[in-house]
């Protein structure tokens, strides 16, 4: 079956630097992948969306690569702030029929 | 528009006890999906549906868990009898179909407790 995986640690950064959490998966190649944010007692946001024959796809502050060949997307935060510190998530395709599927999320705290 | 709106936003409830949940998906969305949060096993999919039919129910638990979706502007998820081990956070959410619209809408989830 189809495991994504993400950094199974809280992630501590100083303001100022750039965050960087990663996702790999197996079983399974993805048409595309997604990042999602989710603050405490709300549902997660979308943010990017990359396709399978894109390397990177930038957003403001945020960047987000794809590695098929590893199985691998890394997402980046550059000039963290505070207000960054939430969880995020990345989900993919299971299926041509749009089957969307979570890792377990990485919590991220920025602190000033 | 409002957006993904699910009610209850609370439920608490006692053991055996019949829960519905109910989802309204943003006008023009077609494929909706129910999906089921806690800290031990993070957001598992249960079920999705492309125009008000059923495409996967694999992720189900039990039985005891059935989803409709009678037109394109709503959607429950029961659980008859609860448990348990069904406290969770459920949420809706609702997308437009295709390569290029993958993005999830997602609605504020309804916190279930049963006690």
């Known amino acids: 079956s189809q495991k994504i995986e993400q950094n199974s640690e809280a992630l501590n950064i100083q303001e100022g630097k750039t965050a960087t959490l990663t996702c790999n998966y197996t079983?399974?190649?993805?048409?595309?992948l997604q990042w999602y944010r989710q603050d405490p007692g709300r549902g997660p946001v979308f943010l990017l969306l990359?396709?399978?024959?894109?390397k990177e796809k930038r957003k403001e502050r945020l960047k987000v690569t794809f590695d098929t060949t590893l199985k691998q997307s890394l997402f980046h935060i550059t000039a963290s702030q505070p207000a960054d510190s939430a969880t995020y998530l990345c989900?993919?395709?299971?299926?041509?029929?749009?089957?969307?599927?979570f890792g377990s999320g990485t919590r991220l705290s920025i602190r000033p | 528009d409002a957006g993904v709106i699910q009610s209850p936003r609370h439920e608490v409830t006692e053991m055996g006890q019949e829960v519905t949940l109910r989802c309204k998906p943003i006008s023009g969305h077609n494929s909706l999906f129910w999906y089921r949060q806690t800290m031990m096993r993070g957001l598992e999919l249960l079920i999705y549906?492309?125009?008000?039919?059923?495409?996967?129910d694999s992720g189900m638990p039990e039985d005891r868990f059935s989803a409709k979706m009678p037109n394109a502007s709503f959607s429950t998820l029961k659980i008859q009898p609860s448990e348990p081990r069904d406290s969770a956070v459920y949420f809706c959410?609702?997308?437009?179909?295709?390569?290029?619209?993958?993005?999830?809408?997602f609605g504020e989830g309804s916190r279930l407790t049963v006690l």
């Open positions: 959410a609702s997308s437009l179909p295709g390569l290029a619209y993958g993005e999830l809408f």
């Open positions: 079983n399974y190649s993805p048409a595309y």
């Open positions: 549906f492309n125009n008000n039919v059923p495409i996967d």
């Open positions: 990359i396709r399978e024959n894109e």
């Open positions: 989900a993919l395709d299971y299926s041509s029929a749009s089957k969307i599927i």
